[in-house]
């Protein structure tokens, strides 16, 4: 019973009071490459890039991702358009302003209004990959005024249970402690889930993308997300879009 008793206070200590140390030492090579910008808004201060010119483009990351994802992407689309590839909040380097940020789809959605109005972008074309496109979705229902173009890459959208590796981490103690516990080998497993082609699972890809995802803030907004994005919300305007048997 003892042992029982440290066992719980050790989980509820690691839970909720421990924070594991920060990816310090890696010096981006895709952050030395590219015109990293900062803007600052009340919701939080936000990573950008801005490549091209012509008609806009913003680009939104998938969940545990950030605009490093985009890299092959960018070059091609700023032959034709002002791209814009943002790092939302939970993503990347961007840093949110209070801690009581509430990861769900209308947080996000404020966030990303924020962005747009602080880069005086009126009106654009909207690209969201994963947890990015739902979002993305969520921001095009509410704002049609503000969205000219929308292009959803693999995006969860109806009230469906998530993959049974996702879900541990709705279950309080539990999802922190895998939050917090993750390790970088446990960022190239998932990536290797993603990719078909396991060649291109580079130790600098593994790198790029586990330094940002080791930042406290990107590892709680995995756990608030997964519990608090209510797909049932999209559920109305994906039938709308889809047509029906």
């Known amino acids: 019973m003892g042992l029982l ?7 509820l200590f690691v839970a909720y009071a421990w924070a594991p140390p920060e990816e310090q030492d890696y010096r981006s090579r895709y952050l030395a490459q590219i ?48 791209v814009y590839a943002v790092d939302l909040p939970g993503q ?18 404020g966030a ?12 654009v074309a909207l690209v969201g990959h994963s947890w990015g496109g739902s979002w993305s979705l969520f921001f095009a229902e509410g704002h049609p005024e503000r969205i000219n173009k929308l292009v959803l890459i693999a995006s969860p959208a109806l009230d469906l249970p998530a993959s049974w590796d996702w879900r541990p981490l709705e279950f309080p103690i539990i999802g922190e402690l895998i939050g917090k516990l993750m390790r970088k ?10 990719f078909a082609h396991q060649d291109r699972v580079t130790s600098e890809i593994v790198d790029e993308n586990w330094a940002p995802l080791s930042r406290r803030e990107n590892r709680e907004a995995i756990w608030q997300f997964q519990r608090r994005m209510n ?13 029906q048997p």
């Open 5 to 11: 008793v440290l066992v719980l206070l050790a989980a």
């Open 35 to 82: 015109d990293s910008r900062y803007v600052d808004t009340p919701v939080a201060r936000f990573h950008y890039t801005k490549t091209g010119d012509g008609p806009p483009v913003v680009l939104i990351p998938g969940g545990g991702q950030w605009i490093f994802s985009y890299r092959d992407t960018i070059p091609s689309l700023a032959a034709h358009f002002t």
């Open 92 to 109: 990347g380097y961007t840093t949110v302003k209070h801690r009581d940020f509430r990861y769900d789809f209308h947080a996000v959605s």
């Open 112 to 123: 990303l209004m924020a962005f747009l109005d602080a880069v005086e972008l009126r009106r």
């Open 185 to 194: 080998s446990d960022v190239e497993q998932m990536l290797r889930k993603s």
């Open 231 to 243: 797909y049932s919300l999209r559920r109305d305007i994906w039938i709308a879009y889809v047509p």
